[in-house]
């Protein structure tokens, strides 16, 4: 069964720089689509941005399109979020996904369609 470890998380002011990780205990994390989700005090959980399993595409919600980058290294099986420009909205616990499908040529946005999930990590920007 595939793990999924989230670091990087922390506290950060506003306009600051995080970069989380998720590490994968298996070597079959580069045959699937991954995402980043993040649930809010008080809120659901939503997606936040996923990448196809070669890299070739990537989704972002519009809340964070330009001022978010995920990128993976497959050879490391391993996931990143570089997060930029950080806002107090951004403030959440952040979790890894792997979606279900294998090589799948889309991001999927909707959790069902995940089958492994991190822990999560604590993101905090203060203002």
């Known amino acids: 069964q595939v793990q999924l470890v989230e670091s990087g998380g922390g506290l950060v002011q506003a306009g600051g720089s995080l970069r989380l990780s998720c590490a994968a205990s298996?070597?079959?994390?580069?045959?699937?689509?991954m995402s980043w989700f993040r649930q809010a005090p008080g809120k659901e959980r939503t997606f936040v941005a996923g990448?196809?399993?070669?890299?070739?595409?990537?989704y972002y919600v519009d809340s964070v399109q330009g001022r978010f980058t995920i990128s993976r290294d497959n050879a490391k099986n391993t996931m990143y979020l570089q997060m930029n420009s950080l806002k107090p909205e951004d403030t959440a616990v952040y979790y890894c996904?792997?979606?279900?499908?294998?090589?799948?040529?889309?991001?999927?946005?909707?959790?069902?369609?995940?089958?492994?999930w991190g822990k999560g990590t604590q993101v905090t920007v203060s203002s």
């Open positions: 990448i196809i399993w070669s890299g070739a595409s990537t």
């Open positions: 298996e070597r079959t994390f580069s045959s699937y689509s």
């Open positions: 996904a792997a979606d279900r499908l294998w090589r799948s040529t889309y991001v999927n946005t909707r959790e069902y369609e995940y089958d492994y």
